[in-house]
């Protein structure tokens, strides 16, 4: 290999897996998202996805609802510690670490009625903080 050149990395052949949550609503103490539906999206491609493409794919994921905004976050933890809401390009580029570190999965959570989730993240947390100094 001549100087100055790199090897091209492989493709990544692995499924990568959202679990998508939609038509259901926040709920606090604890943080979780209550009734609704799930869809395991496991057939598309999300490398390279622009923010603008992502939200055309949920408005055919989600085709007779509305949505304020779209989160993530680690499969399997409490979403008060690891739901970060996706507003760019540079969002989807984190959530696919995090899901690449995670078994190639991550959660997905659509908010239908324009709640301010991460406040209602930070009073979890707070309740938690009181929790552990009683």
Request: charge should be neutral; aromatic fraction near 12%.
């Amino acid at each position: 290999m001549a100087k100055g050149q790199l090897k091209k990395k492989k493709a990544n052949n692995v499924v990568f897996t959202i679990y998508f949550r939609y038509n259901g609503i926040f709920t606090s103490c604890p943080l979780k998202y209550a009734q609704g539906e799930m869809k395991d999206v496991n057939d598309t491609y999300f490398d390279e996805m622009s923010y603008k493409h992502l939200l055309e794919v949920i408005k055919r994921l989600v085709p007779r609802s509305s949505f304020k905004r779209v989160y993530y976050c680690q499969n399997g933890t409490k979403l008060n510690l690891s739901i970060k809401e996706i507003k760019s390009d540079q969002d989807i580029v984190d959530m696919l670490k995090v899901g690449y570190d995670n078994r190639n999965e991550v959660d997905m959570h659509v908010e239908h009625f324009d709640y301010e989730i991460m406040e209602m993240v930070e009073f979890d947390r707070n309740e938690e903080q009181k929790q552990n100094i009683i």
